[in-house]
Structure formats: structure tokens, C-alpha cells
């Protein structure tokens, strides 16, 4: 599992609330200018917008575009109806096992939940 520098767990909609939006320029400074090895964790509702089905949320795009690593969560994502399989190309599913190695790896961790 990847280590992280900075790790943001969102879990809030794309689709209906600001905060990943908000986390997409600062994540872009910290890992480009910065230089830092940041990481998002999409879990609870913030796993809408993840499937190849229906239109991507601009700040789920930009992250895969600036290539941060995007983890979402598969029992987050079941729980919605969402079908882990069809995840889009460039975001990373994973469990809570992974979850917890992706959390254990990570020097910092900023929750917006």
C-alpha cells in the first residue's frame, strides 16, 4: 500500500457539498510546488461520483488529472449501490485492511468527514 505524506479522508459528495473542491488546490500546491506525497481517501458519500457511470465531479477529475492518488472505499461504495468494479480509471479501491494500511503508513492525516 502506497505511504503518503498528507493523507485528506473525504466524506462528503462531490456532487452536493464543497469541502473536496476546496481540497484540490491545496492538495495540488502540497504535491506539486511542495513536493509532498498527498493521498485522498473517498469513503462514506464522498464515493458518489467514482463510477464509470454518469458524469465525474470536476474535483474527482482534477485529482486523477494532477495524478494524486484517489482511494475509495469498496464497502462505501457497495453500500450505494455503487459497484466497485466500475470504478474509474486512475482511482484505487480498497478495503478497510487497506484503509487501515494506507492510515498506519501516513505521517499526517486530515479527516473531513
Known amino acids: ?10 466524506g462528503h459528495s462531490a456532487r452536493q457539498e ?3 473542491k476546496n481540497i484540490v488546490p ?6 506539486g ?7 485522498i481517501v473517498l469513503m462514506q458519500d464522498g464515493v ?3 463510477s464509470q457511470r454518469g458524469t465525474v465531479p470536476e474535483p474527482i477529475a482534477n485529482l ?3 495524478n494524486i492518488p484517489v482511494h475509495v472505499l469498496a464497502p462505501d461504495m457497495k453500500a450505494r449501490g455503487i459497484d ?3 470504478v474509474l480509471d486512475g482511482v484505487d479501491v480498497i478495503d478497510y485492511d487497506g484503509l487501515v494500511d494506507i492510515l ?5 492525516i486530515i479527516s473531513i468527514l
Open 1 to 10: 500500500m502506497a505511504k503518503h505524506d498528507i493523507v485528506y479522508l473525504v
Open 18 to 20: 464543497t469541502q473536496l
Open 26 to 31: 491545496l492538495a495540488g500546491t502540497q504535491h
Open 33 to 39: 510546488d511542495g513536493g509532498k506525497d498527498v493521498g
Open 48 to 50: 458518489i461520483g467514482t
Open 64 to 66: 486523477i488529472t494532477m
Open 84 to 86: 466497485p468494479g466500475e
Open 104 to 108: 498506519a503508513e501516513s505521517d499526517r
